[in-house]
């Protein structure tokens, strides 16, 4: 069973920064594989933050770039979202996702449907 476990959510002031931890179990990683990281904001839609791949591909909501890095430990089991300058907008629920089968980081990053593997989330907020 494949088990996705966010941590790190909180509220800080615009400009601040939060680091978000995806702890990984059960997954199988086979010689292809996608995950990442979304995000819900109440009365809006779920929104692609930034996916990674087994070649290391990376694709960033261009909301988020430059602000926003994603990064796996060497063992694989933990998914990081270190956010930079912070902004209101940000405020959402954050969602830690992965995929059974390889999808395009490209092409998937508004497509949440696409991923199997979701966590329960962890809300954060950034006050103005």
């Known amino acids: 069973q494949v088990n996705l476990v966010e941590s790190g959510g909180g509220s800080v002031q615009a400009g601040g920064s939060l680091r978000l931890s995806c702890e990984v179990s059960?997954?199988?990683?086979?010689?292809?594989?996608?995950m990442g990281w979304f995000r819900q904001a109440p009365g809006k839609e779920r929104e692609g933050v930034v996916l990674t791949d087994s070649d290391g591909r990376q694709s960033y909501a261009d909301s988020v770039k430059g602000r926003f890095t994603i990064s796996k430990d060497n063992a694989g089991n933990t998914l990081h979202l270190q956010m930079n300058s912070l902004k209101p907008e940000d405020t959402a629920m954050y969602y830690c996702?992965?995929?059974?089968?390889?999808?395009?980081?490209?092409?998937?990053?508004?497509?949440?449907?696409?991923?199997?593997?979701w966590g329960q989330g962890t809300q954060v907020t950034v006050s103005s």
């Open positions: 996702a992965a995929s059974r089968d390889w999808v395009s980081p490209y092409s998937a990053i508004n497509m949440p449907a696409a991923f199997d593997y």
């Open positions: 059960g997954y199988k990683y086979y010689s292809t594989y996608s």
